[in-house]
């Protein structure tokens, strides 16, 4: 193993958590950023700064794939899902068995199907690759992890505290990212499970909008946590069907997300929400926002789960039919009422 | 049985959840309040409210504890967990086994043992009663129940939509609370697990209160989302060394009641918290509160059982040093943050 106390850690991506995990880690180590963009490098390595984030000036940038594989072992890419696979095709010819990537993307990636082409598709778990998935599908890399938890960045970037989860199978993975990362700051728990990590932190999106429509609609603290409540037993059952056990959901990554993302209006996707209740359109909303919802995309995916594995998950199904088909808030929230849910913790 | 579609349906106390649940019920039933004071039997009866808060013209109101028992079946006991037990015992006299009682008191008695008077006391489960186990241990009731969920009274009042969850180990109980709560602004779930729901519904205004104090320090919604989920696994504990499984916990007694609490500032233990950080002392802020916050009394019984059972509870444990010996703020973060915590989630 190379002696990565000399490495430099990396961060594929310059968005807003980007930095924020940037700025954490180069406290403990020197830090590499990629940015495809020549414009974003230049204003790193000579402002100190992309768009409004202020950079820690130990920090460089780089546009080099292959520079950037060579300067680091340990690699966070912090991507939107819907580039994800692309980016990590661009650097497989540079990444070795020896590179640890831990992501920090919360979305889904799609195999086979184009959500803007075909209304009437069917998503079954062989359509769906979480992001540590599409990583072992596309390049050598072995130990792979996510980073997960209620990371509202442009808090972390204040420097006020929080915690983190870094899920992995692999205990160096996990050990590496700790001693990385921590601070006093930052706790980073460690976790095993990957998959239920990776899944909570992509679902929790959609709550996230429905908690910024409740929101965007006046009505109070109580339904939102009703929302939450509820909203993570559909998480959970929608996680099951896709392979992940009930754990992740219940932890950092799970509920400590979930309740960060849904009760802020420092979260894209809670934002999208208060829009959509304004009476905005979805397009209008995807085009003034600097960073994508992920939520919307994968509210689209877990629609098309829902309906193959037969889920029931009426908080799903009916922020799609407001999202999507501008069904009335009012009329979904009493059909919420109304549904004859059995029991109260159905996961158990 | 008695013919209950005729009988009235009872709350004692005229606190503002007493008020809020008054108003849902009379949507389907007849509601006789009880209150000791004059003021506000006649206020209700002739005004239609109590201090702020409207009461629908239909209920009336009685200051005569064998008036109320004889004309109703199901009874809603509200009233602070310090006076439950002293309630309970004024009604014995009139209470018979075919009355069905159903309290919404979030909080824990205590026998033989004065807070006030004792700072080394120890406590074991033998001096706890949940609510449901005094109105067993001082009347001839065996019907008994508990209310609890993300309910918080003034967006109740305001007719704002959310939901409940009815814990009783008799289904009767369950059905009979459901017929009278229910409507379309107010979903009412039924569980099993009282001890559960009760423990949940206590402990949680002690998380309400730190959640409280972080947003008074400006600490943002990372630490409070992290704070909600470590501490409910806290409660978990604390909860398993009394006696009560996991399952309520992680439902709407438990997690959507801990995040409405702890995420609103219209909760009392939220802005008991808020007032803390501020500098206040705990008497002036007890002084100047129209009703009690619950979780400072829970928080010192919480910290008698940790001692007792070795519970491994750390934010409990900086929640009392904060509160009740003015321990700093930033230190109490610093050591939660370097706390070896083994694994994410632990209740498992």
């Known amino acids: 193993m190379i002696d990565n106390e ?23 180590r020197d830090v590499l950023i990629y940015s495809r963009k020549n414009e974003n490098v230049d204003s790193i390595n000579h402002n100190h700064k992309v768009k409004e984030y202020a950079l820690d000036p130990k ?5 080099d794939a292959s520079f950037f594989a060579a300067s680091c072992e340990l690699i966070f890419p912090i991507v939107p899902s819907e580039h994800f696979r692309k980016v990590i095709k661009e650097f497989a ?9 831990v ?11 184009d959500l803007n082409n075909s209304k009437k598709y069917t998503i079954t778990r062989s359509n769906i690759a979480t992001m540590s998935e599409v990583i072992l599908q596309e390049t050598s890399v072995l130990r792979v992890g996510c980073l997960s938890g209620p990371n509202l960045a442009s808090e972390i970037l204040k420097g006020l505290p929080t915690a983190t989860v870094v899920a992995s199978r692999f205990d160096e993975v996990i050990d590496m990212s700790q001693n990385v990362l921590n601070s006093n700051r930052f706790h980073v728990f460690g976790t095993y ?4 990590a990776e899944i909570a932190g992509a679902l929790k999106n959609v709550i ?11 009505l109070g603290k109580n339904i939102q946590a009703m929302l939450i409540t509820r909203g993570l037993n ?10 992940a056990s009930n754990r992740a959901f219940l932890g950092t990554a799970g509920i400590g997300d979930l309740i960060a993302t849904a009760t802020s209006t420092n979260s894209r996707n809670y934002t999208f929400g208060l829009r959509i209740a304004k009476g905005e359109n979805i397009d209008e909303i995807k085009k003034s926002m600097t960073e994508f919802a ?13 309906k193959t594995y037969n889920i029931h998950a009426p908080i799903f199904v009916m922020l799609h039919k407001v999202i999507f088909e501008g069904y009335p808030l009012e009329k979904a929230i009493d059909y919420l009422m109304e549904f004859p849910y059995d029991v109260d913790v159905d996961f158990l």
């Open 6 to 28: 000399k490495k430099k850690v990396g961060i594929i991506g310059s968005g807003s958590f980007g930095i924020a995990i940037a700025n954490l880690i180069c406290k403990n």
């Open 59 to 63: 920090i460089i940038a780089t546009n």
């Open 93 to 101: 010819p540079y990444l070795r068995p020896y590179h640890f990537m």
């Open 103 to 113: 992501h920090g993307t919360k979305g889904l990636d799609l195999i086979n199907i």
């Open 193 to 196: 499970e990957i998959l239920g």
């Open 208 to 218: 996230a909008m429905g908690s910024g429509i409740l929101d965007g609609h006046g």
């Open 234 to 243: 559909e998480m959970i059952k929608i996680g099951n069907a896709l392979g």
């Open 294 to 306: 992920e939520g919307i995309r994968t509210l689209q995916i877990s629609m098309g789960l829902i």
